[in-house]
Structures are given as C-alpha cells and as structure tokens.
C-alpha cells in the first residue's frame, strides 16, 4: 500500500471515528433528556398525588364539620319535639331557639363544602340543608298548633262549666274531627280536604285566627298516624332526615374510597 492510499485511508477512518463519537454523543444527550422528563413527570405527579392526597383531607374535614353541625341541629331538634309532645310550651320555645341557633352554624358548615365541592356532594348537602329548614319550620307549626289546641280544649272546658249549649257542641266536634284526621293516614288523599273543612270551622266560629288554624291544620295534616310511626321505627318522624343524611355520607364515603 503506498502512502497516498494509507492516507485516504487513515483519514476515512479519522471521519469515521468523528461520526461514530457525534452520533454516540447525540444517543447520549437524547438518553439523559429522556431521563430527565421521566423525573420530572415523576416529579409532577408526585405533586399531583400529594396535592389530590391534601384536597381529599381538607373536604373529609369540611364534611365531618357539617355532618357534626347537622347531627346536633337534629338532637337539639328532638329535645323541641319532646317538649311539644308533654305540651311543654315555654321550654319547647327555649329550645327552638337553641336549634334556630344551630342550623345557623349547619349553614356556615354547608358553605365550606360548596367552597370545597366536589358537585355531588354540593348537591347532597343541599338536600340535607333542605331537611333542615324543613324541620324549623314543622317546628314552628307545631309550637303554634300546640298552643292552639290548648285554646280550643280550653274553650270547650269553659262552655261545659257554663251550660251545655250549641257553641258546646260544635267545640266538641272540631276537637273529635282533629282527633280523626291525626288518625288518618298521610297518604290518604282525603286528608288534605278534610283538614282544610276543619280549618274553615274553627275560623268561621271565631275561635282562632286564620293563621293559627293553618298552622294547627298543617301540623296535623304532616303528622304520622299512630299505625305509620310503628311502621317507620326507629325514625319515625324523622325518616326523611335520616335518609337525606345516609345518601350524603354514602356519597362522601365513595368519594374518599374512590380518592377523587
């Protein structure tokens, strides 16, 4: 081989060598990005998991704040009931302030949970505030229509004492149609008419006000009969609360397992 080739040749091999080294170095460089976005993705969904971990705790918090806020507006509710139920007036009053007060801090409870979300438990805790101001205001129906029906037993124990007149009697028929119309049941599409019969009497005999019969109408006509509060054991009254609140934790519940 004389000079000139080995020299073609050597520096084919030099090129060679070059093209290798710059293509293995490309390789390289290409390699180690690679390896970097890895970490960083790795990085980032780190965060992502820490980040969904933190809002997970943060609304669990927000959702047992509100579930305690709505379990005391309910006990403080029942104390009301007992009390209405011994026709013990001036406590129930005491009382119903007391759970004015504690659906207030169910309500401030409820706005961190429309802050936090997610939407389905926005929605079911709307429900459940519904239940909550449902109950107020059964409440107050039934604290005016307690008082009520004390002026009416009172009214027919008066004419009694006096003399046995029509007036009498007519008392007597309103406190038994009250009494029938408790013992009808709440599905009974009767209910309603018959009420609203028994109201239109009590106001045209003069004996309470238009508002003070609705209220003492409204109270009866929404209470269970005898028969469908034994059916609905152990909630009673109280079914359609305790079944707003069971579809919220469930909901809750599913959300936390689900980790959304």
Not at 51 to 78: C, K, P
Not at 123 to 138: A, C, D, H
Not at 147 to 155: G, I, K, P, T, V
Not at 159 to 182: C, G, V, Y
């Amino acid at each position: 081989m004389d000079q000139g080739v080995a020299a073609i040749l050597a520096a084919l091999i030099a090129v060679t060598g070059v093209a290798l080294g710059l293509f293995g170095a490309r390789w390289q460089a290409r390699s180690m990005r690679e390896q970097a976005n890895a970490a960083i993705e790795a990085v980032r969904a780190q965060g992502r998991d820490q980040n969904t971990q933190w809002r997970r705790t943060v609304r669990r918090d927000v959702w047992v704040e509100y579930l305690g806020a709505v379990d005391e507006f309910r006990l403080s509710a029942e104390v009301v009931t007992g009390h209405l139920a011994d026709e013990e007036l001036p406590e129930a009053e005491l009382a119903l302030e007391d759970t004015y007060a504690r659906s207030v801090r169910a309500t401030d409870a409820y706005r961190k949970i429309e802050l936090e979300g997610p939407e389905e438990i926005v929605s079911k805790g709307y429900v459940l505030q519904g239940s909550t101001v449902n109950t107020i205001f059964e409440l107050e129906q039934t604290l005016i229509a307690t008082r009520s029906m004390r002026e009416l037993q009172e009214a027919g124990e008066r004419e009694q004492l006096e003399a046995l007149s029509d007036h009498d009697q007519l008392i007597a028929a309103i406190l038994s149609s009250l009494r029938e119309l408790q013992a009808m049941d709440s599905q009974d599409p009767g209910r309603t008419e018959y009420g609203q019969q028994v109201g239109r009497q009590i106001v045209a005999l003069g004996l309470l006000s238009a508002s003070d019969a609705g209220a003492l109408l409204f109270t009866y006509s929404q209470q269970l009969s005898l028969s469908e509060a034994l059916e609905r054991f152990p909630h009673g009254r109280w079914l359609r609360f305790h079944e707003v609140r069971t579809d919220f934790v469930q909901a809750a519940r599913s959300h936390l397992d689900g980790g959304s």
